[in-house]
């Protein structure tokens, strides 16, 4: 899962709103989201609680930040990504004695500190998906929930770990996780995002259609030799993840009349492969995959002087009438490293969120 924290951050920078005289900007220390402040309230080096996007706040909190009806979503306790006169804002600050019970400076409080439950947070999730057929149970061995974690969160690893090293880059699709195992017992898995789904023998659940239809699952016993024949040792599971777009799934941005299955990613024992031998696979198999924007070039160089969250923002390449959701950004060759696990950052395109109603 990746990081969700309502936590204690210092003020960075602070800066006029373009177009609001009584709005100001701002941005925290540890973090890379802007958001929109009232003027001459806050000032670089303040300690603030800040309240991400997809916070779920209770009523009383909602209270007391003056946020009654002011919020997002059907109940109006929700935030969300906004344009506020123009200028992007995500997430909102607070004065920890506004939030905080028996809030003083001196009661052992540290920047950094997660109160998420402290405030009675909880973290917005869409509703499930309804599909056809199918119960759902644990997923298989060296299958894993996937998650990664975002750029704004990770400014200071993104500049360490891939602004300068060679990287592929992708598009983030909107859609529902699907992943295909091909077992050591020649067993097939088809799983979403936490469960594994046990098929029905008499109705074809849509992520076994999805596959199906493809022709990826009946491209797995190849796929799986190839992959051995290059990495030089037998594989005990081979798995593909992919996004399920189309019809019912989110907003249907692409505008599909068929659900269809995107590729973004391949694994050999539950780990990724190289992004070399990945492009190499889906062009060889002809599996559709996530389209590429870059592939080799460093972060730094495709960026040219753009912000991650500037970059993210454009025109999906399925289909150009719509924004992309985000970008997906890995180097080359996997790495890991203490505080991003594997080194994997996505970011959600600040554009596509403002406009989301997901």
Same mark, same amino acid.
């Given at each position: 899962?990746?990081? *969700?924290?309502?936590?204690? @951050?210092?003020?960075?920078?602070?800066?006029?709103?373009?177009?609001?005289?009584?709005? &100001?900007?701002?941005?925290?220390?540890?973090?890379?989201?802007?958001?929109?402040?009232?003027?001459?309230?806050?000032?670089?080096?303040?300690?603030?609680?800040?309240?991400?996007?997809?916070?779920?706040?209770?009523?009383?909190?909602?209270? &007391?930040?003056?946020?009654?009806?002011? =919020?997002?979503?059907?109940?109006?306790?929700?935030?969300?990504?906004?344009?506020?006169?123009?200028?992007?804002?995500?997430?909102?600050?607070?004065?920890?004695?506004?939030?905080?019970?028996?809030?003083? +400076?001196?009661?052992?409080?540290?920047?950094?500190?997660?109160?998420?439950?402290?405030?009675?947070?909880?973290?917005?999730?869409?509703?499930?998906?309804?599909?056809?057929? %199918?119960?759902?149970?644990?997923?298989? +061995? #060296?299958?894993?929930?996937?998650?990664?974690?975002?750029?704004?969160?990770? &400014?200071?690893?993104?500049?360490?770990?891939? #602004?300068?090293?060679?990287?592929?880059?992708?598009?983030?699709?909107? %859609?529902?996780?699907?992943?295909?195992?091909?077992?050591?017992?020649?067993?097939?898995?088809?799983?979403?995002?936490?469960?594994?789904?046990?098929?029905?023998?008499?109705?074809?659940?849509?992520?076994?259609?999805?596959?199906?239809?493809?022709?990826?699952?009946?491209?797995?016993?190849?796929?799986?030799?190839?992959?051995?024949? !290059?990495? %030089?040792?037998?594989?005990?599971?081979?798995?593909?993840?992919?996004?399920?777009?189309?019809?019912?799934?989110?907003?249907?941005?692409?505008?599909?009349?068929?659900?269809?299955?995107?590729? *973004?990613?391949?694994?050999? $024992?539950?780990?990724?492969?190289?992004?070399?031998?990945?492009?190499?696979?889906?062009?060889?198999?002809?599996?559709?995959?996530?389209?590429?924007?870059?592939? %080799?070039?460093?972060?730094?160089?495709? =960026?040219?002087?753009?912000?991650?969250?500037?970059?993210?923002?454009?025109?999906?390449?399925?289909?150009?009438?719509?924004?992309?959701?985000?970008?997906?950004?890995?180097?080359?060759?996997?790495? !890991? $490293? @203490?505080?991003?696990?594997?080194?994997?950052?996505?970011?959600?395109?600040?554009?596509?969120?403002?406009?989301?109603? $997901?």
């Amino acid at each position: 899962m990746s990081t *969700f924290a309502v936590s204690l @951050e210092r003020i960075a920078t602070v800066w006029p709103h373009d177009n609001a005289d009584r709005l &100001a900007m701002a941005q925290l220390a540890s973090m890379s989201y802007q958001f929109v402040i009232p003027k001459d309230t806050y000032q670089p080096g303040d300690l603030v609680v800040y309240f991400p996007i997809d916070s779920i706040l209770p009523e009383p909190l909602i209270a &007391a930040l003056g946020l009654t009806g002011k =919020l997002s979503g059907v109940e109006k306790n929700r935030i969300k990504t906004l344009r506020l006169r123009g200028a992007i804002s995500q997430g909102i600050v607070a004065k920890p004695e506004t939030v905080i019970p028996d809030w003083t +400076p001196q009661n052992a409080w540290q920047e950094g500190d997660d109160i998420t439950e402290l405030l009675g947070v909880t973290r917005y999730d869409p509703p499930p998906m309804v599909s056809e057929a %199918g119960v759902l149970v644990r997923m298989p +061995p #060296m299958v894993s929930v996937y998650d990664i974690e975002g750029a704004e969160r990770f &400014a200071a690893q993104v500049e360490t770990y891939l #602004m300068d090293q060679p990287v592929i880059i992708t598009e983030k699709l909107e %859609g529902s996780h699907w992943s295909i195992s091909l077992l050591a017992d020649g067993a097939i898995a088809v799983c979403r995002r936490h469960y594994r789904i046990q098929p029905d023998p008499e109705i074809e659940h849509d992520w076994f259609k999805v596959a199906r239809v493809s022709g990826i699952r009946d491209k797995l016993p190849a796929i799986k030799a190839f992959l051995e024949e !290059r990495m %030089g040792r037998a594989l005990r599971i081979l798995t593909l993840r992919g996004e399920v777009i189309g019809p019912s799934v989110q907003g249907n941005i692409y505008a599909l009349r068929e659900r269809q299955v995107w590729v *973004f990613e391949v694994e050999a $024992n539950g780990q990724p492969i190289d992004a070399p031998l990945y492009v190499e696979l889906v062009e060889k198999f002809q599996i559709v995959h996530a389209p590429i924007l870059a592939n %080799g070039v460093t972060l730094r160089a495709w =960026l040219a002087g753009r912000t991650v969250a500037e970059a993210s923002n454009g025109a999906s390449l399925l289909n150009t009438k719509t924004l992309r959701e985000g970008i997906v950004i890995r180097p080359l060759i996997e790495a !890991r $490293n @203490e505080a991003l696990g594997r080194v994997i950052i996505k970011q959600r395109s600040p554009e596509y969120l403002a406009g989301s109603e $997901n």
